[in-house]
């Protein structure tokens, strides 16, 4: 394993099977990963607590105030990042030319700007480099992948 740290952030998808207990395998894989992410140089997005909220109320998930509460912890857990003029200007670039959904790219743009190497996500390509971020599907395989595992500082 490499002693590099990484720094890299969640996808929404990853904080709602870290909470949703009926996801069986996703949800102890997610919940894994954001124990891990916890203890590394992971930075979220406001972007991705805010579907979060969403999401989880809306798919009910889990109660209001229980989403608030889990959000109100991980503010606390993680820096946090929010998207500026330059990174919709990127998303709204990206989702014209038909690359990535606006949501994705306006992820992707957030990250890149707060220094991110990694965005772990089962919702875009795994692998691929986006404006200078390589994606990670942590639901690819039937163990973490040898990256993820050391952006996670597993052995």
Sequence with gaps: MTDKVVRFTLDTNILIYSVDSAAGARHERALEIVDRAAERDCWLTLQALSEFYVAATRKNIVPRYEA????????????????????????????????LSYWDGLLVATAAEAGCAVIITEDMQDGKVVGGVRIHDPFKGAVLSKTLRDVLGLR
């Design 68 to 99: 608030a509460a889990q959000i109100n912890d991980w503010l606390t857990i993680f820096p946090t990042v929010a998207a500026t003029a330059d990174a919709m200007r990127t998303a709204l670039r990206e989702a014209v030319a038909g690359h």
